[in-house]
């Protein structure tokens, strides 16, 4: 009882003189906090101006901060706006800043901060950026940004908010930029939203949100420029669900659950330039408006093209339904920079009229099973870059001039061989770094599990800047393919199984120094040998620099014939794969294995000789003894004289 007293009294009498101390610091020593942290004048963002920066993270003594309210901002002399940030520093609670006109920035990113103090910057009136990313924040309140009218921006990504009362920004009319990504937020919080008058920038991705409804009042909201609902649990978009006349430009819609998208519904915007409505479950087409220059639509399950409007640039309609090309008499696609469309079930590619922007098409997995026609010079006189990957291609040919960069052919599991002339076609276009004329192209074809042959005229007439045939069925390769020295971008022949013979030699003596001289010596690590046997696996590389056309050498000849005909020669024996340790090891052994050998022979010799002695002594003291019975007498008198 005594003791319990005894120690309440201790901590009282602690308590009281910690207050004490506490109390004398606040108001004589604040900390210094460029004592703390890292200060320094740097350029602002913009970089028109400099600004005093402040840093404090997890590697600075910031233990001794504690709620920040103690710190004193560093002197000022030049009077240069402030920008703080206190980084992973374990602050759960936020204090009030003492007062300073010069901040303009400050980020708590990465603390836990649940709660924080009334008026946490009723002191910093000038501020204008604000980060309370990655922290615990459950809820916030008005009093959170009273007095900081001329917020510009506000981050409140990465918390744990959900629910918003109608007043909560009430005090943010200049507010530009909100980040409310990655919160636990079910509903839109239309009512806090309201007073944000001039927000450009919402985003609202990676939440919890079902319902998709804006503010009606056509005043709120009004200077909104860019939307972003994306990862959140919305199922459908009626006519209802934007406010008339809004001028959101950008609108970010992917990754829902929308399966139904009302006719009208985007009838409304009258600015919007992007859309973005990937990766949702939508089936029926909807009218887009015509401002509309970026249409995202991947993954969905369109069975139609939807009818875009004339200034239409980039369209991505990958992994849908679709079984045919657009109609060309309802769209104008003058306009069209980027069309994908792989990943669906076209066939043909009928068009009649050019695309004359058009500078990457991607067609790859669909139907395809020979290259269209249409795939020319004269419908796609700007084509920078032609995706066919996965398609049933069997046979390779373009039948009229196509210029273009890049050309992917890669997993085409039907093709077996590549004929005469089926690249003749294919020109390059564009300029080099120096501003030369390029007449290379850039050709992959990789990945194609049954490619075995590439006919020696395959690229009459053109050149390549870059070829990719890896991981092909390939075992021979001609010289005459290409002129090599071109294509100084990269050949990679890697992961096929060439085989090692004479015809070879030149991918040794011409391609790999190249290959070293261009800076693609990563492209000779699996440049190895199918075949013959007793070569299989070895790289390539193993005879370069070799004095004698090393593959062309008596020991592969004879091998080779050996495949063929009875005699076999032993692949080990003369193998280069025998390094010089293998020797060595098995010298020691055979030396280790004589020299045991000898051992026992020499072991049994001796032990023989030893019985044989042993045997010969017993004998001889048989006798000694058989003669001391005999003359015992004689002997001890013989003792007995010595004596004397
Ligand atoms: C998308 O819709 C199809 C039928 O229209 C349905 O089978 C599928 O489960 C839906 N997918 C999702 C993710 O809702
Ligand atoms: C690869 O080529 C060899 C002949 O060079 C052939 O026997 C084999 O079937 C081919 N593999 C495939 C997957 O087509
Ligand atoms: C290869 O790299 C070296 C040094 O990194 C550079 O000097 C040389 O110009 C490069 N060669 C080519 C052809 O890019
Ligand atoms: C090949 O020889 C050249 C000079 O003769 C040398 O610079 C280069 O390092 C050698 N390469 C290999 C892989 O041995």
């Not at 916030?140 to 510009?152: A, G, H, M, Q, S």
């Not at 990937?278 to 139609?304: D, E």
């Amino acid at each position: 009882m005594l003791l319990k007293y005894f120690l309440s009294f201790l901590f009282l009498f602690k308590h009281v003189i910690g207050q004490d101390e506490l109390v004398t610091e606040s108001v004589l020593n604040l900390k210094q906090v460029c004592d703390y942290c890292t200060c320094s004048e740097i350029s602002d963002i913009e970089s028109s101006h400099l600004v005093l920066n402040i840093l404090c993270s997890e590697f600075d003594r910031t233990a001794e901060l504690s709620d920040l309210d103690k710190i004193a901002w560093p002197p000022n002399p030049n009077g240069l706006k402030i920008s703080a940030s206190f980084e992973g520093i374990g602050l759960s609670t936020l204090g009030k800043l003492p007062p300073n006109s010069q901040v303009e920035t400050l980020k708590f990113i990465n603390n836990g901060i649940k709660t924080y103090w009334p008026d946490p910057f009723s002191d910093t009136p000038t501020l204008k950026r604000l980060s309370l990313s990655q922290n615990d924040l459950v809820e916030v309140t008005p009093d959170l940004f009273t007095n900081i009218d001329y917020l510009e921006e506000l981050d409140l990504s990465y918390n744990k908010l959900q629910n918003f009362n109608p007043f909560d920004f009430k005090h943010l009319k200049h507010l530009k930029r909100l980040n409310l990504q990655s919160n636990q937020i079910k509903k839109i919080p239309v009512e806090a939203l309201q007073p944000l008058v001039a927000l450009e920038d919402l985003d609202l991705s990676k939440n919890g949100i079902y319902d998709l409804i804006l503010p009606k009042d056509t005043n709120a909201l009004s200077g909104l420029k860019r939307l972003s609902l994306s990862g959140n649990r919305i199922r459908s978009i009626v006519k209802s669900s934007f406010p008339v006349d809004n001028n959101i430009e950008l609108l970010d819609l992917s990754n829902n659950i929308i399966e139904i998208v009302e006719e009208d519904s985007f009838l409304s915007f009258s600015n919007l330039r992007e859309l973005n409505l990937g990766q949702n479950n939508i089936t029926l087409v909807f009218s887009l408006p015509v401002t509309l220059q970026i249409a995202i639509l991947k993954i969905n399950t369109l069975y139609h093209w939807p009818k875009f409007p004339v200034g239409i640039k980039y369209i991505d309609l990958s992994y849908n339904r679709l079984s045919e090309v657009y109609d060309e008499s309802v769209v104008n696609f003058e306009s069209l920079e980027v069309l994908n469309i792989g990943g669906n079930q076209i066939k043909e590619m009928n068009i009649e009229k050019k695309l004359p922007n058009l500078y990457t098409l991607d067609l790859s997995y669909n139907l395809i099973a020979e290259i269209p026609k249409t795939l020319n010079a004269q419908f796609f006189p700007n084509l920078d870059e032609l995706r066919l990957d996965g398609n049933p291609i069997e046979t390779v040919y373009f039948k009229n001039i196509l210029a273009l960069k890049r050309l992917y052919m890669n997993e085409l599991n039907k093709l077996v061989v590549v004929d005469e002339k089926a690249f003749s076609n294919v020109v390059g276009r564009g300029m080099d770094e120096g501003g030369e004329e390029l007449n290379c192209f850039s050709l992959y074809l990789s990945n194609c599990p049954a490619l075995t042959e590439i006919k020696e005229g395959a690229f009459d007439g053109t050149s390549l800047c870059t070829l990719d045939i890896s991981k092909n069925n390939l075992s021979h390769l001609s010289k005459n393919l290409l002129d090599w020295s071109i294509a100084t971008e990269g050949i990679n022949l890697q992961h096929n199984p060439w085989h090692c013979s004479c015809d070879m030699q030149w991918v040794v003596d011409d391609i790999l120094p190249q290959l070293y001289y261009t800076n693609n010596s990563r492209l000779m690590d699996d440049l190895r040998c199918g075949s013959p046997r007793g070569y299989e696996g070895l790289r390539l590389v193993h005879w370069y620099n070799w004095t004698a056309q090393a593959m062309c050498s008596d020991v592969l000849d004879l091998e080779r014939s050996g495949a063929h005909g009875n005699f076999m020669m032993e692949p080990s024996s003369e193998s280069p794969r025998v390094s010089p340790l293998t020797l060595i090891l098995a010298a020691c052994i055979i030396v280790s294995l004589l020299v045991a050998i000898a051992l026992t022979v020499y072991l049994v010799k001796t032990r023989k000789k030893y019985r044989i002695r042993q045997a010969a002594m017993k004998r001889k003291r048989q006798s000694d003894l058989d003669l001391r019975h005999s003359n015992g007498v004689q002997k001890e008198q013989f003792s007995a004289l010595n004596k004397v």
